[in-house]
């Protein structure tokens, strides 16, 4: 007995339609995790003690601070690495006394749960962008997501970077007023050890190549991602 062509053509509709939700689906997720994932991988390149100590000999800072090299280098790798690793307090010394303030250390315990929490979000993005490439039939919609997203990271990133650019102070107090509370992240450099060994130079070049790095990255994710959809597409054509 065979069911009628009616009954046919709305399962037929429905299938049609869970699939194209699934596509929707895998795309949104690809597309997020991967501006995500972009953003945590050029972040690391950057947030390390390589690129800091080359960016703190190019901003000066022995000259702010009043402080030799080595010194400069231990007390700095050490609250990089405390940011990731705890336990937190940021009490370093330097020449027997202690670098931070209180508030200084309260400032630096709250950029600690900041990036704690940027880290969780970019290991939950690169599992999802995993889960969103598995399955072989979704693979022209997770190419067309990944795509989405890395095109969109590098234009929002180019406006964004041309705003910094120009108005850097204001975008640099628009960061702190998203992610810090009022009166936490504001500090006099004439007296501040935290301004001094991270000086608004220091800030305003590596946002500069941070952008810079980033947007390239995004460039190629979205012509590779672009290239293996076109064979996703073409694949999938030949197996209906």
Not at 85 to 114: C, I, K, L, W, Y
Not at 207 to 217: D, M, S
């Amino acid at each position: 007995m065979t069911a009628p062509v009616g009954g046919a053509a709305r399962d037929a509709a429905r299938t049609a339609t869970g699939r194209s939700r699934a596509a929707i689906l895998v795309s949104a997720v690809a597309a997020v995790a991967t501006a995500v994932v972009i953003l945590g991988a050029v972040v690391a390149l950057f947030f390390n003690p390589l690129w800091v100590g080359f960016e703190q000999g190019r901003t000066q800072v022995d000259a702010w601070t009043g402080w030799d090299a080595a010194t400069i280098r231990a007390v700095t790798d050490s609250v990089v690495i405390e940011v990731f690793v705890g336990p937190g307090t940021f009490a370093q010394q330097a020449n027997g006394a202690p670098v931070f303030s209180a508030e200084e250390a309260g400032h630096m315990a709250d950029v600690r749960r900041v990036v704690l929490v940027f880290c969780v979000l970019v290991l939950l993005a690169a599992i999802a962008l995993v889960a969103a490439w598995w399955p072989r039939s979704r693979r022209e919609a997770f190419w067309r997501g990944m795509w989405a997203g890395a095109f969109g990271l590098a234009v929002f990133l180019l406006a964004a970077g041309v705003f910094a650019v120009f108005l850097f102070d204001t975008a640099f107090e628009i960061f702190h007023r998203l992610f810090f509370a009022a009166g936490t992240y504001a500090f006099d450099p004439a007296t501040s050890r935290l301004v001094q060994l991270f000086p608004e130079a220091f800030w305003s070049e590596t946002t500069i190549a941070l952008g810079v790095v980033a947007i390239a990255a995004s460039a190629v994710v979205a012509v590779v991602a672009g290239r293996r959809r076109a064979v996703a597409r073409d694949a999938t054509g030949l197996a209906s």
